[in-house]
């Protein structure tokens, strides 16, 4: 076959680090997931680098292999969505789903520190004590209000990153320029790994979108990712100490007495001394909210192996959308070995109606907010 002399040579190339600075971060949509730095084919010699607050950039041009992986990998790019919706049958809005239901970990002690009602918890040990994971990828608290991403190996571990209490008995943390995104993307490659391991990974749509990528790619060590458990996500915040001052005079509150934030249909904030908690409508934190997710569709996590969120459920209780046969799979065994419980008068078919509504509300808004941004 010839080759067709009107080709340009910007077809055959295929896209690199430019083209990511032209199409994302120039477009202030770069979510700073760290997932192009960690994959760059180039990682070793040095080509590009996390800054220290904003998109990555390069750290030495003449590296750059002009490979296109980190174009095709990162999730604010439109390449590989056709593969993706096709492999995981996405029918829009939601996705596709074998089974929606409410519910809850069986062990109290989970149930008492979990977000929602702990099944994500409560699966995850169901793997570890099932030999069906070596550990999982989550993230953890390292004070009163910051987390980081964390390889978690045993069942303790596991817990102590469940939920998001707040432990107020030390002094309150400058937070400075915080984030409530957690980059966990950027630490799969640190995990120290043979051909053999197996682990789950946790993470919001953006993320579990991300390790899609890499597994279609064949990117190690993404081979390694034997399950997704994906959490539902409207939207992340990043605030500096002005914004934050904002806030808490905007909605009277202060910092130093939260026990407990959920992000559900609004963000939901425990204060101590408070009985109920204080609502604040996602629309009323525009200001604060990351700019990649502006531009973000994904609400219920549709590539996930199963999806989690509190949406639709009664406070203490997990809504879990099964989604693949391998999500099928890890639910069951966990419902079968006595890990998770699924009360029947929450679970009848006009409370699952319910629930199904409301995530397709969410996520058609979502969509909205997505299209009304592009248009501006
Ligand atoms: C940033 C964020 C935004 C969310 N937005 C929504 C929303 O808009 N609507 C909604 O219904 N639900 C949302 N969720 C999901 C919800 O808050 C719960 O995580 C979910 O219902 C599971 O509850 P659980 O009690 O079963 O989880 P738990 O048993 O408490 O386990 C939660 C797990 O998630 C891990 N984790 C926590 N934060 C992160 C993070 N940033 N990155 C990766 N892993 C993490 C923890 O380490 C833990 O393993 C969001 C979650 C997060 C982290
Ligand atoms: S070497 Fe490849 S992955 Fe790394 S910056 Fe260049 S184009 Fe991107
Ligand atoms: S969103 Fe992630 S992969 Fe994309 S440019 Fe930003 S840091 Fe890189
Ligand atoms: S809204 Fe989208 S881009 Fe923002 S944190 Fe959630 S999944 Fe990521």
Redesign the pocket.
């Known amino acids: 076959m010839t080759e067709d002399p009107s080709a340009k040579m910007s077809d055959i190339m295929p896209k690199s680090f430019e083209d990511l600075i032209k199409d994302v971060h120039e477009k202030d949509i770069c979510g700073e997931c760290g997932g192009c730095v960690s994959f760059c084919t180039a990682a070793d010699i040095g080509a590009i680098e996390m800054t220290e607050d904003g998109p990555p950039h390069y750290s030495n041009k003449d590296n750059c292999l002009h490979c296109g992986i980190c174009y095709l990998i990162c999730p604010e790019t439109f390449e590989l969505r056709n593969e993706l919706n096709k492999k995981y049958d996405f029918k829009p809005p939601i996705g596709n789903w074998l089974k929606i239901v409410t519910a809850q970990?069986k062990d109290p002690k989970?149930r008492e520190i979990?977000?929602?009602?702990?099944?994500?918890?409560a699966v995850?040990i169901a793997l570890l004590d099932n030999n069906l994971i070596n550990g999982a990828l989550?993230?953890?608290r390292i004070n009163s209000f910051q987390?980081i991403p964390f390889f978690a190996k045993t069942k303790e571990e596991?817990l102590e990153?469940?939920?998001?209490h707040y432990d107020l008995k030390g002094p309150v943390p400058e937070l400075g320029n915080y984030n409530?995104?957690?980059s966990?993307i950027s630490e799969l490659k640190k995990i120290v790994y043979s051909d053999y391991m197996k682990i789950a990974v946790?993470?919001?749509p953006c993320?579990i979108h991300s390790i899609r990528k890499m597994q279609e790619l064949n990117i190690i060590p993404a081979h390694i990712v034997k399950y997704t458990l994906g959490?539902?996500?409207?939207e992340?915040f990043k605030f500096d100490d002005v914004a934050r001052a904002k806030i808490e005079e905007r909605f009277k509150f202060s910092f130093k007495d939260i026990e407990k934030i959920?992000?559900?249909?609004n963000l939901i904030i425990n204060l101590k001394n408070k009985d109920n908690p204080l609502k604040i409508e996602f629309s009323d934190l525009r200001d604060i909210m990351r700019h990649a997710c502006r531009v973000c569709e994904n609400f219920s996590n549709y590539f996930a192996d199963i999806s989690?969120?509190?949406?639709g459920s009664q406070t203490g209780y997990?809504?879990v959308m099964v989604r693949t046969k391998t999500g099928e799979k890890i639910y069951n065994l966990a419902q079968n070995k006595g890990y998770i419980i699924e009360p029947n008068e929450l679970n009848s078919s006009v409370e699952k109606s319910k629930i199904l509504a409301q995530i397709i509300s969410f996520s058609k808004r979502k969509v909205k907010r997505a299209e009304d941004f592009e248009k501006i």
């Open positions: 970990a989970i979990a977000t929602d009602g702990g099944v994500v918890t995850l989550i993230s953890k987390r596991i990153a469940a939920g998001t409530t995104f957690v966990t946790v993470g919001v993320q959490l539902f996500c409207y992340n959920n992000i559900k249909d989690f969120g509190g949406l997990t809504t």
